[in-house]
C-alpha cells in the first residue's frame, strides 16, 4: 500500500480544487475563497461539481461598452426598467399610427355626405364668355341648365348642353364648359365668322363660314362682306365660301358682289362684280387659282370693262350703251330664265327675241 502524507493529500486537493475551480460559477468561486481563508473545505462535493450542468454565459469583453448595438447603446447589466421609456414610445407611435388610419376612413365618407347636403354640390350661376354677337341670355337659356340641382350630373352630361345650344344658336361653333368657384359653371363659347350676305329680295341674311345661310336678316348689307346673289344651294354657296376664304385680304377686300350665273354648258360660272367697277367671270372651282392674276391684268385695263376668265384670261370695256352693257354681263343668266317660261305666245315670242339679243351679244365677247 502505497502510503501517502498529508502534505501530498493537502496538495493534490488544492490541484482538485483548481481544476473544479473553473467550472464553478461565480459566486461559488467567491465562497470558495471566503472558506479558504477561513481554512473551511466546500460543504459541496467535488464530484457533484465535475457533472453538474452549468448555464453557458454571454462573456463579453473588457471593452464590450465600446462597441455599437443596433438599435442603439445598451447597457448589458441595465435593468429591464432602462428600456421602458422607448419600449412605450414605439408602442405608442403604433397606436398613433391605427388611430390615424381608423379615424381617416371614417372622416373621408363623412366629409363627402357634408359636401353633397351643402350648397357647394349644387349649381349656383352661369357665366359666359367670349360670345361676340350671339347674347348672353339666348345662350345660358339654349344652355337648359338647372340652377340650384346638383353640380356634378350636370357636369358629367355637359356634352348634352352644348349640343343643345349648337343646335338652337347656328351661330355657335362649339362651348367649352368648366366649372368655376367651386359650383359654378363657365361657357366659353366660339362663334362662326360671317363671310358673306345673302341677298333676300329687299332685305339680306348672314352667310357664316360653314356655308350656312341665318334666317335674320337685315335691311342694309354689311360693307366688308360680298354680297351673294342667285345663290338657292347651301352646298354652292359653301364652294364658293371656300374657294373665296383661300384669297388674300386684300383681293377679298376687292370683290364687291358674287353672282351665280349658270348656263347649260357650265353650271359653275359666276359674275364678280369689284369694287373698282370691273366685272370677273370667272368659275367656281378655279376661282382662288386665276383671281389672283387679277390685279395685274386689271392694271392692263384702259378703262371699265370685263375680265373673263372662264376659259383663259382675255379683256375687252364695256359697251357705250348702259343697255347692252347689262345684257353683255348678265347674258347668260337671262338665257337660262328664258328657257324656264312658260307663257303665253306672245310673251314667248318676245322672250326668245329677246335671248337671241342677248346671245348675240355673249358671242361678241
Known amino acids: 500500500m ?5 502534505k501530498d493529500q493537502s496538495k493534490q486537493k488544492r490541484e482538485n480544487s483548481d481544476v473544479h475551480a473553473v467550472n464553478l460559477t461565480p459566486w461559488q468561486k467567491a465562497n470558495l475563497e471566503y472558506r479558504k481563508k477561513n481554512g473551511q473545505d466546500a460543504p459541496w462535493s467535488p464530484t457533484v461539481i465535475e457533472g453538474q ?5 454571454l462573456q463579453l469583453p473588457e471593452n464590450a461598452s465600446d462597441l455599437p448595438v443596433e438599435g442603439g447603446s445598451l447597457n448589458p447589466n441595465g435593468s429591464f426598467a432602462d428600456r421602458l421609456p422607448k419600449l412605450k414610445y414605439e408602442r405608442n407611435a403604433v397606436l398613433y399610427r391605427r388611430l390615424a388610419i381608423i379615424i381617416t ?3 373621408i365618407p363623412l366629409l363627402f355626405a357634408l ?3 351643402s350648397p357647394l354640390s349644387k349649381l349656383s350661376a352661369l357665366q359666359v364668355a367670349k360670345n361676340n354677337v350671339v347674347s348672353k341670355a339666348a345662350i345660358i337659356k339654349a344652355a337648359d341648365f338647372k340652377l340650384d340641382e346638383g353640380l356634378w350630373k350636370q357636369y358629367w352630361y355637359r356634352n348634352n348642353n352644348e349640343e343643345k345650344i349648337k343646335k338652337a344658336l347656328p351661330r355657335v361653333k362649339s362651348v367649352a364648359i368648366s366649372i368655376e368657384h367651386f359650383n359654378e359653371f363657365k361657357l366659353a363659347v366660339t362663334e362662326y365668322q360671317e363671310v358673306a350676305i ?3 329680295g329687299d332685305s339680306y341674311a348672314p352667310v357664316i363660314e360653314n356655308g350656312k345661310v341665318l334666317a335674320e336678316t337685315v335691311k342694309e348689307p354689311a360693307k366688308n362682306l360680298p354680297i351673294l346673289e342667285d345663290f338657292k344651294s347651301q352646298k354652292r354657296i359653301l364652294d364658293v365660301l371656300t374657294q373665296y376664304q383661300k384669297l388674300s385680304q386684300e383681293l377679298r377686300s376687292s370683290v364687291s358682289q358674287i353672282k351665280y350665273t349658270p348656263t347649260n354648258a357650265n353650271k359653275d360660272l359666276l359674275n364678280l362684280l369689284m369694287n373698282d367697277g370691273n366685272t370677273v367671270i370667272i368659275n367656281i372651282s378655279n376661282l382662288a387659282e386665276q383671281l389672283k392674276y387679277y390685279p395685274q391684268v386689271a392694271k392692263e385695263l384702259k378703262g371699265k370693262g370685263v375680265v373673263d376668265m372662264e376659259v383663259g384670261i382675255f379683256t375687252y370695256p364695256y359697251p357705250k350703251d348702259d343697255k347692252k352693257a347689262d345684257t353683255k354681263i348678265n347674258g347668260n343668266s337671262a338665257t337660262t330664265e328664258s328657257n324656264n317660261q312658260n307663257e303665253t305666245n306672245e310673251n314667248t315670242a318676245e322672250n326668245e327675241s329677246q335671248s337671241e339679243t342677248n346671245n348675240n351679244s355673249q358671242i361678241g365677247q
Open 198 to 200: 345673302l341677298e333676300k
Open 115 to 117: 359636401y353633397y347636403v
Open 53 to 57: 450542468e452549468q448555464k453557458e454565459e
Open 2 to 6: 502505497t502510503h501517502i502524507s498529508k
Open 105 to 107: 376612413l371614417f372622416l
